[in-house]
């Protein structure tokens, strides 16, 4: 998380943490946040080994603790398309 937040926040200029607003708690004041696109070349970036780690990540997630919320069933493993 903290990256994101060095990324969207502090090096585009926008809110980070706690300046960014809750529109439920200020409805009128400007929630500060910033936008990052990025793109990346997953071929070129991790070669042969992107479908591995994308594997072992996934698992990693489904191997967590479940807190019993609904919507962990939901999930899908999706991440073989992100390698190509």
Do not use: W
Request: glycine letters at 12%; aromatic letters at 4%; hydrophobic letters at 40%.
């Amino acid at each position: 998380m903290f990256a994101l937040e060095a990324i969207t926040g502090v090096l585009d200029g926008g809110a980070y943490a706690d300046q960014v607003s809750s529109k439920e708690a200020a409805p009128n004041a400007p929630e500060g946040t910033a936008h990052t696109l990025i793109a990346i070349d997953l071929q070129a970036a991790l070669a042969r080994t992107c479908s591995r780690r994308m594997d072992d990540l996934i698992g990693r997630l489904f191997a967590l603790p479940s807190n019993g919320s609904p919507g962990r069933s939901a999930i899908q493993d999706n991440g073989a398309g992100v390698c190509g």
